[in-house]
């Protein structure tokens, strides 16, 4: 699966809703326009719920639930809490590893998902010539290629 959309019991704290009850659904990323968002998707259907990413996220935390699942809490600048719990532990580190880049303004626009379909890769710039092939990458680059080569 991929790192851009997990399944889960989801569970929303802010200040129009409060916090709300968990519920099964998913957290999918979305890049339009150059602004990354999460779509949070609820298994029993409604509208979806969009929170932007770019330039939003104060702190991501990733904890251990259970037997190779994980919870993943994501805290974003106006104190929105957004937690999904029982992820498989592979996918949580990834997500948290790609929240952590646009976090840490990173992800600029290097990863783009292909055509909405949760799949993901990257897009280094312009590196066509041999030269630039075979040069040693920036401290950056060589986190953002580590991240994305599964």
């Not at 904890?63 to 106006?78: C, E, F, I, N, V």
Request: charged share 20%; glycine share 6%; aromatic share 6%.
């Amino acid at each position: 699966m991929s790192p851009l959309k997990i399944h889960g019991p989801i569970r929303i704290r802010s200040m129009q809703t409060g916090i709300t009850k968990w519920k099964e659904g998913s957290f999918e990323i979305v890049e339009k326009e150059n602004k990354i968002s999460l779509v949070v998707h609820y298994n029993s259907g409604g509208i979806p719920r969009i929170f932007q990413l770019s330039h939003n996220i104060k702190n991501v935390v990733l904890r251990p639930s259970g037997a190779k699942q994980s919870r993943l809490m994501l805290t974003l600048q106006d104190n929105s809490f957004l937690s999904i719990d029982k992820v498989p532990s592979k996918e949580a580190e990834e997500m948290r590893l790609f929240l952590d880049a646009v976090h840490q303004n990173r992800l600029h626009t290097a990863m783009k998902p292909s055509q909405g379909s949760g799949s993901f890769g990257a897009i280094l710039g312009s590196r066509t010539s041999q030269k630039e092939t075979n040069r040693q990458l920036s401290y950056s680059d060589n986190q953002v290629c580590s991240f994305v080569s599964f």
